[in-house]
């Protein structure tokens, strides 16, 4: 059993390098189905849900070889539409890019019901709602299995206007709408940053897809893509992590490989509450020598402040002076990791998609769980701020998206690293 023992109030100085995103990667990893030749990708995170997506191609016949730490190549040439293991598709919410991957290329896909994240309800009507027009059929047997087909006369191209802004759905339907022919148009598409890096990676492998980072994407489909190679953008939310990180310890750290523009939602609340982000040209310096202000947050789709920031934030408010106000503005339920943080002595009262967080008394360290990925990097954040030490278990999720997380902030010098423990010995009478 892996656990991460923290032992708080240690200030952080030095310099910390991002990696890949691991949501842009995801998307980008599974578009690799669509090409009918190899594409070498850098910048991929190192990360657990990778490891896996690159799993689940080569159970569909694609070739994949490391070519780095951080650079893959990836030939679907042989590839086919069969069945990816369930073990491995529903250990990850991704794994269900493989629909529009497989529609879009071999005009059919099969997969297990994804898994993920513990958030609530994770409906993926829009995804379907989008392959329906155009032209597929999408059904959910009662063991769990989707399937997605067309008809004999193949995909065809449409108009789609999404009831919500969803991730998701759109990189699904761009996925499979890049083969359809004439022009597909999707509105109220989310402008995410790995919006942008998937549709620059099909469009590198000739597609051609404009508007992407606006409401409004358009698609030509083409006959066939090619091979390509594409280097993945840098991490937004491992970066604001790590940012919010050297809020709570204090000191100053420059955070290397970054587009600061991703940053502006976090770097601003950062400011709010009195901590200095100076943006250089594709790096942040953060400083914090001051008491923490109190702030709120809503969040919302980009350009928006991201979820996937919300429970970092939260347990850096808790250790401003002062009443904070965090409203969950995308997902019905992600304040899971509340009760952990309390078990640190954090005061937080949540009410539906609202947490209030009494600042300002001292974080004890003890044992608390990462409940899920996010809620993992929180309970770091809040360890590397408490008294004493902190264990936190189930850092599995924690591996889910980021690479090496304890190295990192040890190399900047937290007081940080990883333990085996043994696993309980049950005693049988
Ligand atoms: C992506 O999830 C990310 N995951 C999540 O990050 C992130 O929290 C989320 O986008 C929002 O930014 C990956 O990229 C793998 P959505 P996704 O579809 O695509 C509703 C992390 O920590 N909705 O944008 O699944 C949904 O219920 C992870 O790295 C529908 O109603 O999110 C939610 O309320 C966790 N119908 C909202 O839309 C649908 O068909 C946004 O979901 C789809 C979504």
Known sequence: MEKILI???KPLYGTIEIDGMKNAALPIVFATLLVPGKCHIDNLPAVRDIALSLQILETLGAKVEMTGPNSVEIDATNAIATLPPAELTRKMRASYYLLGAGLGRFGSAIVGYPGGCDFGKRPIDQHVKGFEALGATVDESSDGLLT?????????????FFDVVSVGATL??????????GQTIIENAAREPHIVDLANFLNTCGARISGAGTDTIKIKGVSELHGCTYAIIPDMIEAGTYMVAVAAASGQVKINNV???????VTAKLEEMGV?????????????TEPLQRCNIKTLPYPGFPTDMQPQFCALFCLAEGVCHLTEGVWDNRFRYVDELRRLGADIEVNGKTATVN????????SVRAVDLRGGAAMVIAGLAAEGETIVEDIHLIARGYDNLEGKLSAVGA???RVVYPDPIIKMN
Do not use: Y
């Open 7 to 9: 032992r708080g109030g």
């Open 148 to 160: 997605a087909k067309v008809g004999e006369q193949g995909l065809r191209s449409g108009n789609i």
């Open 172 to 181: 699904n339907v761009m996925m499979a709408a890049v083969t359809a022919p």
């Open 259 to 265: 587009i600061p523009k991703h940053l502006e939602s």
């Open 276 to 288: 200095s982000v100076e943006e250089l040209d594709d790096a942040v310096v953060v400083t914090r």
């Open 359 to 366: 600042g300002g008394a001292p974080l004890r360290g003890t």
């Open 415 to 417: 007081d940080i690293c």
